[in-house]
Structure formats: structure tokens, C-alpha cells
Nanobody
Framework: QVLLVESGGGLMQSGGSLRLSCVAS????????MGWFRQAPGKEREFVSH????????YYADSVRGRFTISRDNAKNTVYLQMNSLKPGDTAVYYC?????????????????WGQGTQVTVSS
């Protein structure tokens, strides 16, 4: 497993942007494919985005495609989520997660390690 720590959340007005970061411990970061999930109050945790080990492949939930961009810097053991055109419906705790599975992984049960989460609140 890998230890993950998210940062970058906060309060933003609708239409604004935020960039989340997730730093991983250890020297095997590039062994893991990474994902971002979010959980709004009273709702189940939902998939947001996924990125392959090298960053060459990305995948997004329909609700964020075209607005959010996932990327990673393996030299810094960090994965990012750039969130643009934020909407009140994006309000949630955002989690990064790591998986040793290869390919597009959208199910939370297939991720091995999780961060503690960072709150994103979008006001209208």
C-alpha cells in the first residue's frame, strides 16, 4: 500500500477553478494507477477520474468530462485534479486513490489505498 495525502480543497464560487494535489509516499508511485473520487453528503462515493501509470491514458466520469483534468508527475509522486467551471453539484469531499490494477478502474472496491480526503465547496 501507499500513503496518500490530498490538499488544495476549499470554497469557490460557481464557475471558478481549483487544483487538487495528492502526494504519495514511497518510491513505487509509478507502479500505481491513480484515481479521484468524491462523496457528497448523504450520497455514495462516486468515481471522478482515472490516470494510467505513465499518464498517457485518462478517463473521466460524464459529469466532469471537459471541465476536470487529471495529471500526474511521477518525479514528484503527485497526482493532480484541475477542476474548472465548478458547479454547486461538485461540492463534495474529494479522495485520491491508488490501484495496482491495470486499465480503466472506476470501481472504488478495486483501489488499494486511499487518502483522507479534501473538502471542495462550490457556492452558487
Amino acid at each position: 500500500q501507499v500513503l496518500l495525502v490530498e490538499s488544495g480543497g476549499g470554497l469557490m464560487q460557481s464557475g471558478g477553478s481549483l487544483r487538487l494535489s495528492c502526494v504519495a509516499s514511497g518510491r513505487t508511485f509509478n507502479f500505481y494507477e491513480m484515481g479521484w473520487f468524491r462523496q457528497a453528503p448523504g450520497k455514495e462515493r462516486e468515481f471522478v477520474s482515472h490516470i494510467s501509470r505513465t499518464g498517457s491514458q485518462t478517463y473521466y466520469a460524464d459529469s466532469v468530462r471537459g471541465r476536470f483534468t487529471i495529471s500526474r508527475d511521477n518525479a514528484k509522486n503527485t497526482v493532480y485534479l484541475q477542476m474548472n467551471s465548478l458547479k454547486p453539484g461538485d461540492t463534495a469531499v474529494y479522495y485520491c486513490a491508488a490501484t495496482s490494477r491495470i486499465g480503466i478502474v472506476t470501481a472504488s472496491t478495486n483501489y488499494d489505498s486511499w487518502g483522507q480526503g479534501t473538502q471542495v465547496t462550490v457556492s452558487s
